[in-house]
């Protein structure tokens, strides 16, 4: 893959669809010299994390972490690198029936949170999500 998206995939049977569709998220969102982690988890690992980083001891769908806020804490800098989204599988396969959807769902999701977006509100929310499904729209095209 030549891609400069990082695909971590633990327990993952979908590696060749999700690779494909990282290479054409790249192109779609023109990622040429920037890059991102995706990392696929199971319930114990995004619950974990969720704790940790947002103090919420609960299971989540996707996580987002920026590499900005990491350069800050540690005063290191890497201007390619925008940082790290975590996909709980399982708790695709549980909100959707389409978990290859959910799944695109959930990496535009945090890929836009590590553009800055959020949903802090009802307008946010809304923004976030007509966003997402444009992108997803783009992606099985």
């Known amino acids: 893959m030549k ?7 633990r327990k993952f049977k979908l590696k060749s669809w999700f690779e ?3 290479e054409k998220f790249e192109k779609i969102e023109n990622l040429k010299s ?3 982690s ?6 114990q690992r ?3 994390l969720n704790k940790k980083y947002r103090r919420k001891d609960k299971v989540t769908d996707v996580l987002s972490f920026v590499q900005s806020d990491i350069d800050k804490k540690y005063r290191v800098s890497n201007d390619n690198y ?3 989204i975590f996909i ?3 708790q695709a396969e549980r909100q959707s029936k389409n978990v290859k959807e959910e ?3 959930l990496l535009v999701h945090g890929y836009l949170h590590l553009r800055g977006y959020t949903h802090d509100n009802n307008k946010d929310m809304l923004k976030i999500k007509k966003l997402t499904e444009k992108i997803v729209l783009k992606l099985i095209k």
């Open 3 to 9: 891609s400069n998206i990082n695909v971590l995939i």
């Open 20 to 22: 494909k569709i990282v």
């Open 38 to 43: 995706i990392v696929i988890v199971g319930d």
């Open 34 to 36: 920037e890059q991102i």
């Open 82 to 84: 925008l940082g790290e």
């Open 88 to 90: 709980n599988f399982r």
């Open 103 to 105: 799944i695109l769902n």
């Open 46 to 48: 995004i619950r974990t």
